[in-house]
């Protein structure tokens, strides 16, 4: 069975830098690859980077140029760097595993929050 534990998140003003980790059990994201998904209050969940097993990466156009996803396979985690943060960027965080590549997700992380003041 796949598990995602995350860790980051937190307070930050305007302008601030966060990472959020995702770390993986019970499959090999060199084979899967990573999403990363946020869900602002009162809204929909919405995806925000994805990263293939082949390094190949999406971004939201929201987030693009601001936040980075990658891999470190060494450790089986996943990272979202996120850089120049915006108030309207504030959500819960969560990752994301089709850990069989059913086209649906069979795992997700535990959410970190992210909240980004003016």
């Known amino acids: 069975q796949v598990q995602l534990v995350q860790s980051g998140g937190g307070f930050v003003q305007a302008g601030a830098s966060l990472i959020l980790s995702c770390a993986a059990s019970?499959?090999?994201?060199?084979?899967?690859?990573m999403d990363w998904y946020r869900q602002p209050p009162g809204m929909r969940r919405e995806l925000v980077a994805s990263?293939?097993?082949?390094?190949?990466?999406y971004y939201a156009d929201s987030v693009k140029g601001r936040f980075t996803i990658s891999l470190d396979n060494a450790k089986n985690t996943a990272y979202l760097q996120m850089n120049a943060l915006k108030p309207e960027d504030t959500a819960v965080y969560y990752c994301?595993?089709?850990?069989?590549?059913?086209?649906?997700?069979?795992?997700w992380g535990q959410g970190t929050q992210v909240t980004v003041s003016s």
């Open positions: 019970g499959r090999a994201l060199s084979s899967t690859g």
């Open positions: 990263i293939s097993s082949s390094g190949t990466t």
């Open positions: 994301a595993l089709d850990s069989n590549g059913s086209g649906s997700y069979d795992s």
